[in-house]
């Protein structure tokens, strides 16, 4: 007996297969090489870009190390998360004592401004009400900061859910009525370091005080330090997280986001009237166009010259290597709004995306795709919640000249000797993937000359001559 699956309209179901006779038993779904990351992964993230916090699971001591080690191997910065170490008997009768225990020992080592509470799939399965116990803990520790707490099982979702759920959390349980400011909020997705601080720069080059949430562009990417520094300085404050609903409007990133409910921008407009910008990540030209639109909407202001000039050289650029890039048939894999910008950037530089795989399971992602990329080719293979056994599959049938995305590819871009294009995340075989750019004109730029390098590179060493002169 083999347990396998099949895909049908796009889930997975089981089969029932049988060798050498015997009763017929279900098959089993199992992953190979995921393209994702745990649920709570993306939560600590968010918390790592709040002023003052600490990312504390309450779960088993493994799941802090697993997340510490992709985080750090990723931005190559040190970062602390606790834990409540459940144990065997916590497992069976409850955490309650080994969150407050926990709690109070965060107290004494760190005194954090801001506590990010992630439940993990322990935690979860067992039922632990941590509403509840967050209220148990206040009316014992006099001194704790808001506990800011958030669902996030793994074996429900993906780190891009987790992210997403964060973010949500902090604001619902933080933001309170305010006076209006005629600030922007800004909720950008899991970028780098780079592209947060370069959405802040185009953000207030229109003249309005800005708040991204969350930012992590100095907690994850900051100057050395003379000596250890447990809470990093950086990220966005507690207090301009409960001033969010007098912000004039919250811009929301992400093409999986416009239609959803449960974002922090839609609860900042049903619950606070913060009107709600819901666009795709600003990859690419008319991705980043749309962008800037938006904000000279906000704003009133015109578009300031450096950004034209920013386009106009990306324009030019893309003429310049056009032949190179123009019908190259690309995978591109990793986060599904990621995805969906860099398939949309790459279809306007000319390139044919016949790969688009996400990762975490997306509700309508073919739909979702195809409404954010028009251009897309009718004959791409759209793959959703897939690891890379299935990518793989698809991608060895479909002539590719490039891949696209995190370092988890690679194992398949060496089997196909074929160059990989490293974006998103992780990279853990790379340096400065903190400080990879891929939003606004500036970014698309950079993309571009490494897209078309990569290109270039490969096709001279294939070269029987090994020309030196393009």
């Known amino acids: 007996m083999i347990p396998t699956y099949q895909q049908k309209e796009g889930n997975f179901v089981t089969e029932e297969r049988v060798l050498g006779g015997g009763e017929a038993l279900p098959g089993i779904a199992a992953t190979q090489n995921a393209c994702k990351l745990c649920t709570p992964l993306g939560a600590c993230l968010v918390f790592k870009g709040i002023r003052g916090a600490m990312p504390f699971l309450h779960g088993s001591q493994g799941c802090a190390t697993y997340i510490r080690r992709y985080l750090i191997s990723h931005f190559r910065e040190p970062m602390d998360i606790a834990a409540s170490n459940f144990s065997e008997e916590a497992a069976v009768f409850g955490g309650t004592q080994n969150l407050m225990r926990g709690l109070r020992n965060v107290l004494e080592a760190y005194r954090p401004e801001l506590i990010g509470l992630a439940t993990t799939c322990l935690s979860e399965t067992i039922g632990e009400d941590v509403g509840l116990l967050v209220e148990e803990a206040r009316a014992t520790l006099p001194n704790l900061p808001p506990v800011v707490h958030v669902s996030t099982a793994s074996y429900r979702g993906s780190h891009a859910d987790g992210f997403h759920a964060a973010t949500a959390a902090l604001v619902a349980q933080l933001a309170e009525p305010t006076s209006p400011h005629g600030g922007i909020a800004i909720f950008p997705g899991i970028l780098s370091a780079a592209d947060l601080r370069h959405l802040r720069e185009i953000a207030c080059a229109f003249g309005r005080e800005v708040t991204i949430v969350p930012d992590y562009s100095d907690t994850l990417d900051g100057p050395t330090w003379a000596t250890y520094e447990p809470i990093p300085p950086g990220g966005t404050p507690v207090e301009a997280l409960r001033a969010l609903p007098g912000c004039a409007a919250a811009i929301e990133l992400g093409a999986t986001l416009i239609r959803r409910t449960d974002t922090a921008a839609a609860h900042l407009a049903a619950v606070h009237a913060v009107p709600r910008f819901a666009l795709p990540l600003p990859i690419g030209i008319r991705a980043t166009d749309r962008f800037l639109a938006t904000l000279a909407e906000i704003t009133g202001r015109r578009i300031p010259a450096a950004f034209e000039a920013e386009r106009g050289r990306l324009a030019d650029a893309l003429i310049d290597g056009h032949k190179i890039v123009y019908g190259k048939r690309v995978a591109v894999y990793g986060e599904a709004d990621l995805v969906i910008g860099l398939s949309g950037f ?110 270039l590179e490969r096709k001279q060493s294939c070269s029987a001559i090994g020309y030196s002169y393009l």
């Open 346 to 455: 790459l279809a306007e530089m000319g390139g044919r995306p016949v790969l688009c795989a996400a990762g975490g399971e997306v509700r309508d992602f073919a739909g979702i795709l195809r409404e954010a990329v028009p251009a897309l080719p009718e004959e791409a293979v759209i793959l959703n919640g897939k690891d890379f056994a299935e990518i793989g599959k698809a991608a060895r049938q479909l002539n590719l000249d490039l891949l696209v995305g995190n370092s988890k590819g690679y194992p398949l871009a060496r089997e196909l000797g074929l160059p990989l294009l490293r974006v998103g995340f992780p990279i853990h075989d790379r340096i400065g993937a903190q400080r990879i750019l891929h939003v606004g004109y500036r970014g698309a730029l950079a993309l571009f000359d490494s897209l078309a390098n990569s290109l």
